[in-house]
């Protein structure tokens, strides 16, 4: 089992960045897929961004592409999101995952771990 703790979120304008930051402890970080989630109350989970155990492969959500971007460090066991030019539709409670195997996946149903979350609010 792999423990997530994120970080980083808070209120910024639009137009603005914030750098999201997620912990792992436990199992090994550098064997899972790992990915950024964002929800919004009374609708359903959505997929940002997630990106492949080695680094080498992305994966973003149409809304987030070319503004977000997502990395990781091993070494640390973190993995971060980047967004810039925030928009008010980004403002969501933002949740990192990881899923087992090689592959990329942007289904809610493939991750296993979940951390509790961080809220990013975008004011216009």
């Known amino acids: 089992q792999v423990q997530l703790v994120e970080s980083g979120g808070g209120l910024v304008q639009a137009g603005g960045s914030l750098r999201l930051s997620c912990a792992a402890s436990g199992r090994t970080f550098s064997s899972y897929v790992m990915g950024w989630f964002r929800q919004n109350p009374g609708k359903e989970r959505e997929f940002v961004a997630a990106i492949s155990w080695t680094g080498a492969y992305t994966r973003y959500a149409d809304s987030v592409k070319g503004r977000f971007t997502i990395s990781r460090d091993n070494a640390k066991n973190t993995v971060y999101l980047q967004m810039n030019s925030l928009k008010p539709e980004d403002t969501a409670v933002y949740y990192c995952?990881?899923?087992?195997?090689?592959?990329?996946?942007?289904?809610?149903?493939?991750?296993?771990?979940w951390g509790q979350g961080t809220q990013v609010a975008v004011s216009s």
């Open positions: 995952a990881c899923a087992a195997g090689g592959v990329i996946t942007t289904s809610t149903k493939n991750f296993g771990s």
